[in-house]
């Protein structure tokens, strides 16, 4: 049994956190307030990941650092530099590997399938974050400092997943509401799978081909939104989706009031046209397959449930 760090509790790491533990590894899960999942094998710490000395310590004796956090979205390039860079000198100083989840950002605007050898060439400030943070990575990886690697996903699905279309689409279906989206609503979109991505990460954790190179998360799917928020309504047996596309002067009067959707504009490149990622590497390589849609579609559903059950009692 050895420790693996996972810092950030969200859908991904928390996923992460349970796999490894139910594998009988030993986690130590790092998030601001000690949240997370409970099970004998995680111990959920509460502590500033953006403190390095603070961090190494927690570190020190892991066997594999996971870097599953994620600042407010609006303030990426503010919070994300000081964090990674105190997430990649905890993994430097305490001998562990280096693992980060990802996302596809930094690639820019790309025709056709996305390959994970394809060039960095960010066009937006959120892609420039996180190319940097790649790149000062793989130069520590280079430097023989620290094994590196990075598992990049898509947008997210399935339950506690945050994306446009859980946001902007997903929720409303499964409440019977109306839904506006900014993108294309018949342009293929790869989704990706909260639960595959946190095992593409312990998968990519556990190969020695994996250092000094990424990997992308295969895709549940690659439907296009109007399809899939379909799909969504018949796994709650709601009723048909009323979705429109929201016109670009409303997507930039609502900016104006709400700051994350004011992050959304330069993004839009990502949602207008085909987005298709080519995971073929993951699946060869790596042995990861992707959860069938339906199966994600039914975990969201059920998610939903509660609330809504919660929401109709007197």
Request: hydrophobic fraction near 45%; proline fraction near 8%; charged fraction near 20%.
């Amino acid at each position: 049994m050895s420790l693996h760090v996972i810092v950030g509790a969200g859908a991904t790491g928390s996923a992460a956190a349970r796999l490894l533990a139910e594998s009988g590894e030993q986690v130590r899960l790092v998030t601001r307030r000690g949240g997370g999942p409970v099970h004998p094998r995680i111990e959920r710490v509460p502590a500033d990941a953006g403190d390095a000395d603070r961090l190494a310590e927690l570190v020190a004796g892991a066997e594999v650092l996971f870097n599953c956090a994620m600042p407010p979205y609006d303030r990426w390039p503010a919070e994300w530099p000081p964090l990674a860079a105190a997430l990649l000198a905890a993994a430097e100083r305490g001998g562990a590997d280096y693992v980060m989840l990802g996302n596809t950002y930094g690639y820019g605007p790309v025709e056709g399938p996305v390959t994970d050898g394809a060039p960095l060439a960010p066009t937006s400030r959120k892609g420039e974050v996180r190319a940097r943070m790649w790149l000062d990575a793989r130069a520590a990886h280079e430097a023989g400092r620290v094994r590196v690697t990075e598992v990049r996903a898509s947008d997210f699905l399935g339950a506690g997943a945050y994306s446009p279309f859980t946001l902007m689409v997903g929720a409303q279906v499964l409440a019977g509401a109306p839904a506006s989206y900014p993108g294309d609503l018949d342009a293929p979109h790869s989704w990706t799978y909260t639960g595959d991505a946190a095992r593409t990460l312990v998968a990519a954790a556990r190969d020695e081909r994996s250092w000094g190179r990424a990997w992308h998360v295969p895709s549940t799917s690659d439907l296009p939104v109007r399809s899939l928020a379909a799909r969504l309504a018949a796994a709650a047996g709601v009723s048909e989706p009323r979705l429109r596309h929201m016109p670009a002067h409303e997507l930039e009067e609502i900016a104006r009031t709400d700051s994350i959707m004011a992050e959304f504009p330069e993004m839009l490149y990502l949602y207008d046209r085909p987005n298709v990622l080519d995971a073929s590497s993951t699946r060869e390589a790596l042995g990861v397959t992707p959860t069938p849609i339906d199966d994600v579609l039914a975990e969201m559903a059920a998610a939903a449930r509660p609330m809504e059950e919660a929401g109709s009692r007197p």
